[in-house]
């Protein structure tokens, strides 16, 4: 099965609890790899955790997860983003699929500028991004709540993620997964039809 990373930081548990709700929605289709970042993987500023940049080598896709801080993703994460530079140089997550998440204290708390980040550092390292397809407000079981096309956004209700946004968040694991066997199969195809060098 290819591998999906899950890549995001999380304080308080909100961001966790998303990035759990993406690999239960990929779990039939790919293997998992839940990974963290926190403080420790921080040494002098800059971002140290050698085995989580290359569990992505690895990957097939990745999910970037993290609260939003001050209109944008947390500084740990962005200490991860800084880390993967020399990957970028060589490009070697090239045609990986990629996707976002994050959460806030408020509805329209700038989760967009957080979600649009990911999709930068993607194209970045010539990912390719994948977005959610549910229109806002049109859905009938209510995901994608927030109406954020681009990847999941999410807000805290009486202290709570609503049960709307972690279903949201599984559907993107789901899709997510999905890509990944049809990326792999065109990989497939374009190698048997290549000619021999
Ligand atoms: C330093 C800081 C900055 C924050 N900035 C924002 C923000 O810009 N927009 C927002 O909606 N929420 C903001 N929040 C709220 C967090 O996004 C929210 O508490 C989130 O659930 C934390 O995620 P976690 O539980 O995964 O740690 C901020 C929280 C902190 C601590």
Known sequence: MPLLAIVY?????TTETLAHAVARGAAEMAEIALCR???DDIVAGRFRNARLVETIDRASAVAFGSP???GGPAAQFKAFADASSDRWSQQRWASKIAAGFTTGACAGGDQLHTLTYFSILAAQHGMLWCGLDIPGGEDPSG???LGSQLG?????VDGALPQSDLITAEYLGQRLANMVG???RVGAMRSTFSPSP
């Open 152 to 156: 999941l956004a999410t807000h805290l």
């Open 143 to 145: 995901r994608n709540r």
């Open 37 to 39: 970042i926190v403080g």
């Open 9 to 13: 930081f999380s304080i308080s548990g």
């Open 68 to 70: 939003t801080y001050m």
């Open 182 to 184: 049809r990326n792999d």
